[in-house]
């Protein structure tokens, strides 16, 4: 504290309005590099009160986290400026347009939305206390809306880390194969977004500013007046089933992100995140840029000493100019998951991902015996099929033992030919493994306490792909049409499955899980504090005008053997025994 000049409620003009922001400073009056985060969560909305079981859980597991700062001043998924600032930053937390005490029409991650982040960096960069260059460094939204404001290029953003943040609003946040994903919305958005709505009189008190964190004390609108200045985001998914300009106007241009960036990827944050990050990788022009993976919670990583370490490194390479090794850094980073150890994560250095010495091998369904078996040892000649009712109960397809130690790092498909009994389906496919006793290998997600190896979905009506972009390991559809669906025909329907890491044991078998719905176990013992999770976390696909019982609740046939040769492509590193 006796570090830090702190201002409260700075204006920052932004076109028709003037944002509000919280500026943490050195008292140092050299000026110094800058890092921000703009977002809908507030500003005063303290970590510990306004996200109180996820700060017990951290503080709790970790309790010497942040040493040195008394975690005075943390908001949720942002920077502590009691460690920041006296490693010489300037740290910038600003309400966004309707969020918080910045007034506006609340449309969340929009155009308008990503111009204000825009002049918010030009802003900071142009302060007698800035050296010029701006940093974006947070989690989730935070780093969600660090694409979007990349591809604009501001002049004085110099390098920024989207810490576990999606970047294809349709593919990754909305609709999941072209499915929507409503639950985490329907109860996200009310409770971390419009609760903070600029206005709302029940939003908490600022324990800094000791004012209305929504700006109540000085505007506070009624029921109808919130409604009336915020755009619906599940009305607005359900009424975009297909990636039109709503979407892409939300969704970056690769080609436009030019600033270098370290991409924090989560292993199992299934519904939401990592896709992103790895696509950024991959993708964005860029000519800097590094992927580093992770397991663990949704916070808890961005705070451990791992994290931090990293974080500081490349922002002091980048904004202080410091010549500390970082360039030197392989571009990728991994931390290696083996199964039933939430201990030990090896740490491995690659040079581009996917991984250049990825095998890429295809394991087969046979509905005969539910059996995944490799190509060179048994492939079935003649078709069989195996159906399911779609809300009913899944089938399983589970693979000989691991003759060897195998590990699974990248992204995965699978090739499944299906029909059903109505006019459309929807599939959803989880990779697991089990030990020789039967016990499933699952980790501590970003939420849910036992997600499993890997997840993905696809509707069927939502299969054409973009062949352009398409890879056998990696399935891009385009989204831009509905295709038609008969009755008991069989399709070939490509999965894109997310990435993931495990590194199993011998005598491990692998399986492939196949639903009408999502995946999920009987209840949980120990669910999580802040949602209720059975192994797909809150991402559910549940909504009925969306998924109608008529057309989704129909009988599946997987198909396989012949000519309908379903399979799922994993992605095998070698080691020095190569046989699996």
Not at 333 to 353: G, I, N, P, S
Not at 450 to 460: D, K, M, N, S
Request: net charge negative; charged share 20%; glycine share 6%.
């Amino acid at each position: 504290m006796d570090q830090m000049i702190i201002e409260r409620d700075v204006a920052i003009p932004s076109d028709d309005i003037s944002l509000r922001a919280d500026v943490y400073r050195p008292k140092d009056p050299k000026p110094a590099p800058v890092i921000m985060t703009m977002g809908p969560y507030g500003k005063g909305v303290e970590y510990k009160t306004g996200f109180a079981p996820q700060w017990k859980w951290l503080t709790t597991t970790h309790p010497n986290i942040l040493p040195g700062s008394t975690r005075s001043f943390m908001t949720w998924e942002t920077v502590d400026p009691e460690t920041w600032v006296p490693w010489g930053y300037v740290v910038i937390r600003v309400d966004s347009r309707g969020a918080g005490r910045t007034p506006g029409y609340l449309d969340i991650l929009s155009p308008r939305e990503t111009k204000d982040y825009y002049n918010a960096i030009e802003w900071a960069g142009t302060q007698p206390w800035s050296n010029g260059k701006v940093g974006l460094n947070g989690i989730s939204y935070y780093a969600i809306n660090q694409w979007a404001v990349a591809a604009l290029q501001p002049p004085h953003l110099a390098a920024m880390i989207p810490w576990e943040g999606a970047a294809d609003l349709y593919r990754e946040f909305a609709r999941h194969g072209g499915i929507f994903s409503n639950a985490f919305l329907e109860t996200w958005f009310p409770r971390q977004i419009l609760a903070i709505q600029h206005g709302n009189p029940k939003t908490v008190q600022d324990p800094w500013l000791q004012a209305s964190a929504s700006a109540a004390d000085l505007t506070s609108l009624n029921e109808d007046q919130l409604k009336a200045n915020h755009r619906d985001m599940v009305r607005a998914f359900l009424d975009h089933p297909l990636n039109d300009e709503f979407y892409k106007s939300r969704t970056p241009d690769w080609s436009k992100v030019t600033v270098p960036f370290l991409s924090a990827a989560n292993w199992a944050g299934f519904g939401l995140h990592p896709r992103g990050n790895f696509e950024a990788f991959i993708h964005a022009a860029s000519k800097h840029k590094w992927l580093e993976c992770h397991p663990g919670r949704h916070e808890e990583w961005f705070y451990l000493e791992q994290g931090m370490d990293i974080q500081k490194r490349f922002l002091d390479c980048f904004l202080k100019g410091e010549n500390n090794g970082w360039m030197e850094e392989p571009p990728v980073q991994l931390r290696l998951r083996r199964a039933f150890d939430a201990t030990r994560f090896e740490v491995r250095k690659e040079q581009a991902w996917p991984l250049p010495a990825t095998k890429w091998t295809e394991f087969f369904l046979s509905a005969d015996t539910n059996k995944l078996s490799l190509e060179s040892n048994t492939r079935d000649v003649s078709t069989s099929t195996v159906s399911f009712d779609a809300l009913g109960n899944p089938i399983t397809f589970i693979s000989h033992p691991l003759q060897h130690e195998t590990e699974i790092t990248g992204p995965l498909s699978a090739k499944l030919f299906a029909s059903t009994s109505t006019t459309d389906m929807d599939l959803f496919v989880t990779l697991q493994a089990f030990s020789p006793e039967g016990k499933e290998v699952e980790f501590q997600g970003t939420v849910d306490p036992h997600t499993p190896l890997a997840q993905g979905c696809l509707r069927a009506s939502h299969r054409k792909l973009d062949e352009r972009r398409s890879l056998p390991y990696r399935p891009y559809h385009s989204h831009d049409e509905i295709l038609a669906v008969e009755p008991n025909k069989v399709y070939e329907l490509d999965v894109e499955i997310w990435p993931t890491n495990i590194i199993l044991p011998a005598g491990f078998r692998l399986a492939l899980h196949i639903g009408g719905k999502d995946f999920e176990r009987g209840e949980v013992n120990d669910p999580n504090e802040a949602w209720v999770s059975r192994g797909s976390g809150p991402w559910l696909h549940t909504h009925p005008e969306d998924r109608p019982i008529s057309i989704f609740g129909g009988r599946t046939t997987i198909h396989t053997g012949g000519t309908t040769v379903s399979r799922v492509i994993l992605p095998i590193i070698p080691s020095k025994i190569s046989k699996i």
